[in-house]
């Protein structure tokens, strides 16, 4: 994957948008020690949260075409962001 791929991943899926935030937030908390983020602002949309060295990663999620659309972002923390991705179901064909 490029780097440029690896900052900014999107992801659609059958959860509702405040599910998905729930997610990331027991996701990221509940990582190992070494990679865990934690809480630090959140809207109605999205939430942030900051790791190791101050690093952030953003997730936003927001309905689109009757799926949930969601889009994460981070620089060091891409393999974190794309193993939550993973574990949302997929949508419904």
Known sequence: MAAAART???Q??????QDV????RQFF??????YSAFLDKE????VTFRGQGGEEIV???TMKDGATFVTASTYLF???V???LATLPAVAQ
């Open 8 to 10: 900014v991943q999107e």
């Open 12 to 17: 659609s899926t059958s959860m509702s948008p």
């Open 21 to 24: 935030l729930t997610s990331a």
């Open 29 to 34: 908390s509940q990582r190992n020690p070494l």
């Open 43 to 46: 809207g109605p949309n999205w």
């Open 59 to 61: 997730v936003a999620a």
């Open 78 to 80: 891409d393999m974190q």
């Open 82 to 84: 794309a193993r939550f």
